[in-house]
């Protein structure tokens, strides 16, 4: 077993060297392989906890988009008709609107393109050690 550090950590060594010294290896098993299977059963629990919010999130943005490049051009014009002056939040809106709905194209194409860059680097040394890294700070994530 320490011939393959990888697979096996040193915390499951010492424990079935201390089950073979005691004589109690079929009841050490056991229990690392409970251990082992509350764990799968975390990682999964967390997963399917972790579905919801992004289902939510991506809808969330999705209606967003629709407002910002659809509903917010449509009832610009009833707010310039209106009369007095226009905030500062509203133009801000309708800049960012405009932005959307004029840039949307390369927005695409920054996005996508950023995608595959991270993806790239993930698979180089430093990106996964990286992104492994990051796994262990944020253990339920991945």
Do not use: C
Not at 118 to 135: C, E, L, V
């Amino acid at each position: 077993m320490r011939k393959l550090p990888d697979f096996f950590s040193t915390k499951e060594i010492a424990i079935i060297e201390a089950g073979e010294q005691t004589g109690m290896l079929k009841n050490v098993f056991l229990s690392i392989s409970e251990d082992l299977r509350r764990e799968e059963e975390l990682k999964k629990k967390v997963g399917n906890a972790m579905t919801y919010p992004i289902i939510i999130l991506f809808f969330l943005i999705l209606s967003m988009a629709i407002v910002m490049m659809y509903v917010i051009p449509q009832i610009l014009p009833i707010i310039q008709n209106a009369g007095g002056e226009i905030g500062w939040s509203t133009k801000s809106l309708v800049w960012t609107s405009n932005f959307l709905r004029d840039n949307i194209i390369l927005l695409l194409i920054f996005f996508i393109g950023s995608g595959l860059l991270i993806n790239g680097y993930a698979h180089t040394n430093r990106g996964t050690r990286f992104f492994d890294t990051q796994k262990l700070l944020f253990p339920g994530i991945s």
